[in-house]
C-alpha cells in the first residue's frame, strides 16, 4: 500500500464499540450528501467524488457538540472515526497541574481520530475537543480503511493528507523550538488561512478566527499575556488583527517576512 510508506505495520480490524452519546444530538439533515462540498476536501474525496451515495451509505450518524466540548478523551479507544463537517476542534495534551498543549487545530475536512482508522485498539495520547459548536459524520474505522485503500487515488489522496499532518507538526516543532513569539504566531495565523484559502472556506484576508488567546498560547508555548503582546505588537506592525473572533490580514506579505525572519 502506498501509505505504508508514512504508517507501516499491517491492520488488523475489529468492530468498534458502541459510540457515546453523552452531549451529542442527532441532526441528519444538516449534512447531506448530494450538496455537501466537504466531501471533496476529506481522505475519501476520490470516491466521493464518484459516489458521494457510497459515502452517506458507510455513514453511521451525524451529530453536533457545542463549543468546548470533549468529542475524545485521552487514552480511550475511539469507537468512531470522523469527519469534521462543520466547525473547528483541536488535538491537545491536558496536564494534572491544568497545563494544556494543543497539537493541532482541526478544520472541516479534517478527520478526527485518523489513527484508529489504521491501528488497532489504539488507544490516542489526546483529548479532542471542539472549539466551537461542530457538526460531524461519524464512520466506523473499518469502514474507512476499506475505502482509502480501494485503488491508487485513494491511496494517494490519504497519504497527502498524513503527509501534510505531518509537515504542520514538524513546522509548530521547528517554531515553538526555535521562533520569537511574533513569527510563532504570525505562521500559525498564515498556516490556517491557508488551509482554509485552498479548501474554498475562505475569501480574502478577513476570516472567522475562534482561537482564544489561551488557545494561542497552548498552541505555541508561550504564556497568555505574552500572546497579548505580541498580537498588540502585530497589530501596531499593520501585519494582524485578531479581534471578536476574526482575524485581518492587514498586510499579509509583511506577515510572512515577520513568519520568516524573527
Known sequence: MRYQMFLGGTHELRAPSPIRDEKVQNVPSQADCNTCKIGALTIYAPTFAQSPQTICGLRKQVVR????????RAGEVPSRAYTLFKGWACRAIHFP??????LSVLLPG??????NIWVDNYKVPFTVRSLTDVVLCAFEPRDLLEIVDANMPQQRMFSTHVQHMINQAERRLVDIGRRRAVARIARLVLDIHSTLRERGLVEGETFEFPLRQEDLADALGITTAHTNRTLLTLRRLGALEIRLGQARLLDIEA????????
Do not use: P, S, V
Open 255 to 262: 506577515l510572512k517576512r515577520i513568519g520568516a525572519n524573527e
Open 65 to 72: 457538540y457545542r463549543a468546548h466540548q470533549t468529542i475524545q
Open 97 to 102: 497541574d491544568g497545563r494544556r498543549q494543543i
Open 110 to 115: 479534517d478527520t478526527i481520530c485518523i489513527e
